[in-house]
């Protein structure tokens, strides 16, 4: 089999709030169009794990970080590397919808390319509509894209989030439990999407639903207590684990 | 038993609430009453005409309140205009962009400014910030824009410009402390949202900060343009008290509240009391308008935000 490229590599990576550590020296190497699914119990550091990929862990009081983690071989954490350079390479998507409430649909997703001043009418009007069918969600707001992006259903602000995020064409897209606040058919719309997506993009999402993890991921990672406890192929940890660990978390014993 | 008395003091304190209120309906309507029926004289000897004419003269027994409309109108526009950015500016600072070290004590800061009471801010515009006008602001003002009617005119150092500057100081904690509070309320994710699509501090405030809080920062802009129309001391105090309509921002003026501050007391009965409480009718008018006015537009901007 071809290695594929190797996209994110993460080498012994801490971070932490004060003196907590949350991240205990993880380390990961994420591949071209690789589904990485991220599990474990709440408050293992899943998300801070997964913020300090687009350095915006540092953005909150008293984070800090400690380790590498390269994207295409280039530290993130290197002296004079730029965050608003390096979150236009890795877009993310929240656990809650956040579409920016005072902006229309269209503005929503043209919101990246304004702030690049790509501003030619033309061109982004394509590019609205590209992303927008990209996230399957053209059809539903073709008509009303001066409609304020608020106005939509929670899983439909989820896809304009994703259609946003698309719209600066990220290598890497990271995902904090993007469904968990959703219903179960609009959590079902945005795993096809996903499932989509993969073909060109690297997705790493954090899941607390090991039935989705198994469903659209082709890699899982098990985090516990700020550890990388095991990651492989997705049909491997979930049916021959090689941790106990592991397999207590998936037939359910804790967490 | 013990239910029946739970049921007495709910009663008891839904009704002094309803009393309160009463109260306050009340209070407001003697208000209005008071003022139609005191300013009765001037609207039945100069009727409607009283609001646009000019003059203004106590011993020629002529009285239009034009030129005090337009000295309210015109300093509380120039206060909003000067405060408005550095509200925003400042608000800006304290919850977003300043170190974190520093926001506590600029915080303080701008509260003890709010603390002064306008008296005070009066005689500190009448020795520091009249001069400082008359000999650093004018002629450079002046000096920029040869020609222009607005910064000509002998410098006196009092008048419309000084009075706005004044208003500007004391309307800027207000509009700062809500400008903070709006942000504050603005959710954490918005500007989460902003920054991972690779925006910089100040797109991301343009975007997640400023966008939804427009309708707030509108509604501490309407609360200080009340604050400043009604502000009557430190005003009286700086804008020279004439009532003209000059083209130069800096020459003498009066607005509605410093003519009733000044002449009420000496005013005998007849068209000039009248004439005051004209104004003050007109005063309280103006305000109102103002106030629904910007409901109407906070109300617009939130639903289109929401
Ligand atoms: N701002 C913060 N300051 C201090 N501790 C925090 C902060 N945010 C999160 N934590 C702690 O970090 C731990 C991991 O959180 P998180 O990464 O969100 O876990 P997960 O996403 O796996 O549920 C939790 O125990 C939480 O209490
Ligand atoms: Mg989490």
């Known amino acids: 089999m071809v290695q594929k490229e190797l996209v994110l590599s993460i080498k012994d990576l801490h971070a932490g709030f004060g003196s907590a550590e949350i991240v205990k020296g993880i380390s990961m190497d994420i591949h071209r169009q690789d589904l990485v699914a991220l599990i474990g119990p709440s408050g293992c550091g899943k998300s801070t794990f997964l913020r300090c990929l687009n350095r915006l862990h540092e953005e909150t009081e008293g984070a800090w970080v400690r380790g590498k983690a390269e994207l295409f071989q280039q530290d993130l954490y290197e002296r004079g590397a730029d965050p608003v350079e390096i979150r236009s390479k890795i877009g993310m998507v929240f656990q809650k919808p956040n579409p920016f409430p005072s902006m229309s649909i269209y503005d929503n997703v043209a919101a990246g390319l304004t702030i690049r001043g790509i501003k030619k009418r033309s061109y982004v009007a394509d590019v609205v509509e590209y992303c927008l069918k990209q996230a399957a969600l053209w059809e539903e707001v073709k008509d009303k894209l001066k409609a304020p992006g608020t106005s939509l259903s929670g899983g439909q602000q989820q896809r304009l989030c994703i259609a946003r995020t698309l719209a600066i064409n990220p290598p890497v897209i990271l995902m904090d439990e993007p469904t968990s606040a959703l219903d179960p058919i609009s959590t079902a719309k945005i795993e096809e999407l996903i499932t989509e997506l993969r073909k060109q993009v690297t997705i790493i999402i954090v899941t607390h639903n090991m039935q989705q993890a198994a469903r659209i991921s082709d890699k899982t990672a098990f985090f516990l207590l700020g550890e990388l406890i095991e990651y492989g192929a997705t049909s491997e940890v979930f049916t021959t684990p090689r941790e106990k660990k592991t397999e207590s978390y998936i037939t359910g014993r804790f967490g | ?306």
Request: charged fraction near 10%.
């Open chain 2, 1 to 306: 038993m013990k239910r029946r008395e739970v049921r007495w003091s709910d009663l008891l304190f839904f009704n002094s609430l309803r009393a309160l209120a009463l109260l306050i309906i009340l209070v407001f309507i003697s208000i209005f009453v008071f003022l139609y029926i005191s300013s009765a004289e001037t609207f039945n000897t100069i009727g409607w005409k009283f609001f646009i004419l000019q003059d203004w003269s106590t011993n020629g027994g002529r009285f239009g309140a034009l030129a005090f409309i337009y000295g309210t109108v015109l300093s509380s526009l120039i206060a909003i205009l000067l405060a408005t950015p550095v509200s925003v500016g400042s608000a800006l600072f304290l919850t977003e962009i300043g170190p974190r070290v520093l926001r506590r004590p600029v915080q303080m800061l701008i509260e003890l400014l709010a603390a002064i009471p306008s008296v005070v801010y009066g005689l500190w515009a009448i020795f520091v910030l009249a001069p400082f006008v008359k000999d650093h602001i004018q002629p450079v003002l002046r000096g920029m824009t040869p020609g222009l009617e607005l910064f000509q005119g002998p410098p006196f150092g009092l008048g419309l410009f000084t009075s706005g500057l004044v208003l500007a100081i004391m309307i800027t904690p207000t509009i700062t402390a809500i400008c903070v509070e709006v942000f504050r309320s603005i959710p954490l994710i918005y500007r989460e949202g902003a920054k991972a699509l690779g925006a910089t501090t100040w797109e991301t405030i343009r975007l997640a900060v400023l966008g939804p809080g427009l309708a707030g920062i509108f509604s501490a802009v309407i609360l200080g343009l009340g604050r400043a129309m009604g502000e009557t001391m430190a005003v009286t105090m700086v804008i020279g008290n004439r009532a003209d309509i000059s083209a130069s921002l800096f020459s003498p003026a009066a607005t509605m509240s410093s003519v009733i501050a000044n002449e009420y007391g000496e005013a005998s009965a007849g068209l000039h009391l009248s004439s005051l409480s004209a104004i003050g009718l007109t005063l309280l008018l103006v305000s109102m308008v103002v106030n629904g006015f910007a409901r109407v537009v906070i109300w617009r901007v939130t639903r289109g935000a929401r």
